[in-house]
């Protein structure tokens, strides 16, 4: 479950140099809606990337409990297609991108849901 540490790191990188790109990079290029949908985008990507570490963090303190791993996976799914559907959406403005994020909204709520449950039936 190391894999997932490592993955959440680099997630947590690649979020803040694209909060960073969509702050000065993008706020005078594209319309304030679709910004604020790249914004959503970055602040989803972040919050999930350290889901991805605890999750890895949690494995280590649980190490018999089975089901974290498809959790994390869903996570990393989620921050994809999620994040990314609203980062493409807003740097190339083709609105129909948008119909792919609730797919990445049920990865993560999934993944939750799959993380809890894992917890929950190794008590």
Known sequence: MKIFIVIGVFAMAIGVVL???????LKARIE????AAY???VEYHLYHALGLILVGVLAYQFPDVSGLKWGAWCLMWGVLLFSGSLYLMAVTG???????TP?????FIIGWVWIGWALIRSA
């Open 94 to 100: 083709i609105r129909w991108l948008g119909a792919i």
């Open 19 to 25: 909060g960073a790109f969509g702050a000065h990079g």
């Open 103 to 107: 797919l990445g909204g049920m990865a």
């Open 32 to 35: 304030p809606n679709l910004l």
């Open 39 to 41: 914004q959503t985008g």
